[in-house]
């Protein structure tokens, strides 16, 4: 059984883009790697080589990876918005 210390996944693999030339961290959005079959992820269209732009309505351009990631990572059952 799940306890509420236990995580939760959507199913998808990351990575993040750089851009040299927009922003001054050059940390991009995050571009879908993979999406684990019969996951969240799958289950809402998500596909290989889509954009994240945003989680929860902020940004990912400009953020650590490791940052978003702790966004991502939340409580079995918890919603999470991202937006392609």
Known sequence: FA???DRGTVGIF???LFDDNRLPSHRGPLVVLQVMDESAAA???IHSGD????????????????EILKQI???I????????
């Open 14 to 16: 990351f990575a993040q």
């Open 43 to 45: 289950k809402a269209g």
């Open 51 to 66: 954009f994240v732009i945003a989680v929860d309505e902020v940004p990912a351009p400009g953020r650590e990876m490791s």
């Open 77 to 84: 059952g918890a919603t999470l918005r991202l937006t392609l």
């Open 73 to 75: 990572h939340g409580p």
């Open 3 to 5: 306890t509420s210390d």
